[in-house]
């Protein structure tokens, strides 16, 4: 897949729904996580995770629910890591992944248009 860049570093300052342009280098940055974001089954291992009873789950915790081979699900793990959606803690021999809460709301708050998020922040 290729470098998907990572959010939390390299998040574009303007949303593409802000009414400005938006910059290349910034909807180039914003194409790869929504790439790595834009396939079932990370969508499913995002939504697996953050609903895990400590909000963190190891690849032999997401095979079965996806079935999905070990390596395979090991995939979408790294990919979802290096766009800086998940985070990785290793323990032992076991990694285990936790969601980065502050790259969903970037990517929930780019998307936004200007109009919606004045209305979410004045309630």
């Known amino acids: 897949m290729g470098d998907v860049g990572t959010l939390k570093t390299s998040a574009p ?3 593409p729904l802000a009414g400005e ?3 290349r280098a910034d909807a180039e940055r914003l194409a790869g996580v929504l790439k790595a ?4 089954a990370r969508l499913r291992l995002l939504s697996l995770i953050q609903s895990a009873p400590d909000g ?6 997401l095979t079965a629910p996806l079935g999905l081979s070990q390596p395979t699900v090991s995939h979408h793990l790294r990919i979802l890591t290096e ?4 985070e990785r803690e290793k323990r032992g021999v ?3 992944y936790r969601l980065v809460p ?3 709301a970037a990517i929930a708050e780019l998307l936004t248009p200007p109009r919606k998020r004045a209305t979410k922040k004045a309630r």
């Open 94 to 96: 076991w990694a285990y």
């Open 13 to 15: 300052a303007v949303s």
């Open 102 to 104: 502050s790259a969903i």
């Open 83 to 86: 766009a800086g959606l998940l």
């Open 21 to 23: 342009p938006i910059k």
């Open 56 to 61: 963190e789950a190891s690849v032999s915790d």
């Open 37 to 40: 974001v834009a396939d079932p």
